[in-house]
């Protein structure tokens, strides 16, 4: 069966788009019914540009803290907080990384499907569209943008919202907007699209579609990370269009190894997407020789520190739990390895990937 894929409404991409913001939510705006901004907290200091977010009527700016990743609890609350102050809302806009996009096409989902978004972890179980919803980045590599997934950390698993529902409606993309990411936090979302290019480019479930955005994918990761000797406006437009083109491969492919590890390191030790990814790319040179040769090289350019040791002390049922968790994403394992996975991915294989790192 091939995979009929729901893509993203519209899409707009320029350099200044964000002043276009007001007349496209113009467009989508149901009579007086307001529209939520929800902002990341990193811009409550930034006034400037909370002062251009096209506010109007009895419209909302909230600031979500996303110091840590976002959990089905803060979706639910969320969600009753809007429908408390504000009754039937026009739709959601996100304006951030990640983190933020999850979090918008997560409570437009919940706006009109009952319950906790915990029920709808896990794949097309989302039953009525939600309502409309708009992706502002701030920060560029996650894909999170263009995906059909929102990634939630719940009581019992970290899982997305996978759905046909589930892109947005409205994708806005601004390469002014990511200008101002600390260096280091742009390095590791920037490392999430190389190793989704990895990762996809190397496994089973690759394909033409998502091998053409990979590849160019990979190559702007090259430019921006290998190549450039300082940031521009020219590097944030190609770390921007990267990431979705990278975001566009997984969607018609998988990821792998790295990505299956990192969810481990996120459910036991609350570590970051990105930055778990890395932790994890640094004892994957067997599974992804080149791409593990140029990351080291991405690495040392940038000047940052990969954590190291991370598993090291861990008391056994937390080490147990992160290979559980780890061996749980079987899709990927499978990506990696083919039918097979199971016999060559034992837990005590994936126990020793960790102690390494
Ligand atoms: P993030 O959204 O978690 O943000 C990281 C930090 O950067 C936060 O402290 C935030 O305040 C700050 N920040 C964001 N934009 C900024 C800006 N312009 N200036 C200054 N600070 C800024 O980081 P991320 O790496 O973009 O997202 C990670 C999240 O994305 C994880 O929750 C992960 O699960 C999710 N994810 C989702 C998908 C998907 O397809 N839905 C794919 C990959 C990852
Ligand atoms: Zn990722």
Known sequence: MHKNLKQVGQMIFGRGAFSQLDAILADNRQGTAPMVFL???AFQARPEFVARIPVRGRDRIIFVDTSNEPKTGDVDSLRDRIRAELGKVSGLVGVGGGSTMDLAKAVALMLTNPGSSQDYQGWDLVQVPGVFKAGVPTLSGTGAEVSRTAVLIGPTKKLGLNSDYTPFDQVLLDPDLIAGAPERQRFFTGMDCYIHNVESLQGRAMNSFARAHAEKSLDLCREVFLLRDHWDGESDEKLMMASWMGGMSIAYSQVGA?????YGLGYVLGTH??????????????FYPEGVRDFRR?????????????AAGLPPQKLD?????SLGMAPLWHNVLGDDWKRVMTPARVRALYERM
């Open 273 to 286: 997407h990105g930055e778990g990814n890395a932790i994890a790319m640094t004892v994957l040179e067997e």
């Open 258 to 262: 790295a990505h299956a590890l990192s």
């Open 321 to 325: 739990k992160m290979v559980e968790v």
């Open 39 to 41: 902002v990341d907290h």
């Open 298 to 310: 991405m690495v040392e350019k940038a000047g940052v520190e990969i954590p190291q040791g991370v």
